[in-house]
C-alpha cells in the first residue's frame, strides 16, 4: 500500500490540525483517528507526535485549550481554533494549492 | 498481576522525563492511551496487551522525548539541567536537618566573607559592590542544597515569585 512519508506527513500536520479544528474543537485522540480515516491509512503519523504539535500550535497562538470531561468521567482537553489559526489555515491552504498548481503544470510538460 | 494505572504512570514518567514537567502532559497523555486501551480491549485484547500496543503506537519513546524537548520552556531547561547537575553531584533527595546543617555552614562562610571583604576594601569605596556580588553567590549554594533536600527547585521558586507578583497586581 502507498504511504505517505514521515517529512510529508510532519509538514501537513498543521494545516490538517486547523483545518480539523475549522469544524469544531476537539481533542487529541479525536484527531488522530480522523487523520488515520481521512488518509486510509496512509498517514505515518506516530499518534504522539500530535500532542507537540498541538502544544506548539497553541504557543503560537493559533489554537487555545481547555478542559473539559469525557463521557468517561475522565479528564479531557480540547482544543479550540483561534482567529490567528483560521488565517494561518488560508494562508496554509494558498501554499499547498500552489504547490499542488505546479506539480499539475509539470505532469502536462 | 498487571496494574494499568500503574503501568501508566510509569510510562508517562519515563517519556516526560522528571519532575519538571508538570501534571498536566501527562494527563492528557493518560487520556489518549485509555481512548486507545479501551478500544482494543473492547476488541478482544487483554489490559496488558493493549496497554503495550498504545504506548508502541504513540510512537519510539527517543522521538517523543525530542519532539517534547522542542517545546521546552526556558525554565523547564533550566529545572532540567538543575536536576542533572544534582542527580551529578549525587546530592539528590538529602535529608532536611543534613541540609539545614549545609545551609548554616554556607551562611557562616559568607557572612564571615562578606565581612572580611568590607573590612578589606572600607577605603576603595568597592565593598558594597562586593558584598551584593558574594550575596548573589551565596543564592547558588542556597537553592542547590533547598532543591537538594526536595523543598524547591527553580521552577517552584520562580513559580512561587510569580505567583506572589500576580497576587499583588490583582490587589492593586
Redesign the interface.
Known sequence: MMSISKDLAAASSTPLVLSILSHGDSYGYAIIQQVHELSDGQMEWADGMLYPILHRLEKKKLIESYWGTAETGRKRKYYRLLQAGLKELHEQRKNWASLHGMLRKLEGV | MFQLEQAMDNWCDRILVNRCNNQ??A???K??L???I?RLTDEGLDEQQAFNAATR????AD??MA??A??KALLNKVCEAEQTFLSKLRIKNMNPKKAGMYQTVVALIFAAAILVSSYLLKDTGHGPTIMLILVGLWCIPFSIINASSGKHSARSEFECLRNYFRKTQQAD
Do not use: P
Open positions: 498536566v502532559k494527563d492528557e497523555i487520556d489518549h485509555y481512548c486507545v479501551e503506537q504513540l510512537g519510539e522521538d517523543l519532539e517534547y522542542k517545546n
